[in-house]
C-alpha cells in the first residue's frame, strides 16, 4: 500500500512531465515501481535512520517548495502521511494546530482537546500542540 502510493506520487510529480516534455520516460516506469518498494521497505523498517532518510528524500523531491512542508489534513490519512507522523511528526514543525494533530491522529480536533486535557498530548505555548507528543501518541 505504501509503496503503491509513493510510486504514483511519482509518476505523477515527476514521470508523467517527463512523458509530456520528452515524449517518452524509457524505463523509469519500471525503475519507479523498484524504488517505490526500497524506500517503503526502509520507511517501515527497523532502522530509524534509514525511514527518515527515506521520508527526507521524498518529501525533498515529491514537495519542493520555496516554504516549509504544509500538506493539507487528508496527506496525513495516506499511507506516506501516517508512516511519516510515526516517524518523525511533522517534517517542518515543532508544533502543528489542533486540526492538524487530528488529521494526523484520524480524530476530530475535538478529540484532541480532549486528548490535550486528559495529558495524554502536550500543548505547545502557542496554542498548538506539539508534534513529538503526536508522534509518540501514534506509536503507543
Do not use: C
Amino acid at each position: 500500500m505504501l509503496a503503491d502510493q509513493i510510486a504514483a506520487i511519482i509518476r505523477s510529480r515527476l514521470l508523467d512531465p517527463v512523458e509530456i516534455l520528452f515524449g517518452d520516460a524509457g524505463d523509469l516506469s519500471e525503475r519507479t515501481d523498484a524504488l517505490a518498494g526500497r524506500l517503503a521497505d526502509a520507511i517501515l523498517g527497523d532502522d530509524e535512520r534509514a525511514a527518515v532518510h527515506a521520508i527526507a528524500r521524498l518529501i525533498g523531491a515529491l514537495y519542493p517548495s520555496d516554504g516549509p512542508f504544509d500538506p493539507p489534513a487528508e496527506w496525513w490519512r495516506t499511507p506516506l502521511g501516517q508512516a511519516t507522523a510515526r516517524r518523525l511528526g511533522h517534517p517542518a514543525a515543532q508544533a502543528v494546530s489542533y486540526s492538524v494533530a487530528g488529521a494526523m491522529l484520524g480524530v476530530t480536533k475535538q478529540g484532541v482537546h480532549d486528548l490535550v486535557r486528559r495529558g495524554k498530548l502536550t500543548r505547545d505555548a502557542d496554542g498548538g500542540v506539539t508534534t513529538e507528543s503526536v508522534r509518540a501518541r501514534l506509536n503507543t
